[in-house]
């Protein structure tokens, strides 16, 4: 049986020449104190932004620490750089260059 969990967590960091945000940890909704962290499987889920009220898709997930619920920072693969890609094999355009 598969859940799904939302949570909010803050860009850390983004890498300048590579194409990695690091974010977290990640707080459960509504709770600001408890938090938790990504876990094995969880490859390939999504890290949202919202601005002017539309969501954009950042980041993928990639890799995190071998411990799980931790609130340790997690990796994602910034997506910016496979926007013209995106748009081009999915019709989903947008501009992200200035997001984070």
Known sequence: MSRLNYGSAKIVQVAKEKDFIQAGPI??????????GICFGDSGAGL???????VFLLGIH??????????????????????QLICYLTGICYHLSSFI
């Open 27 to 36: 707080y459960k909704s509504g709770n600001k104190t408890v938090h938790h």
């Open 62 to 83: 990639s890799f995190g620490p071998k411990i799980c619920h931790d609130g340790s920072p997690f990796t994602l693969t910034d997506i910016r750089p496979y926007a």
């Open 48 to 54: 949202q932004g919202f601005r002017k009220q539309r």
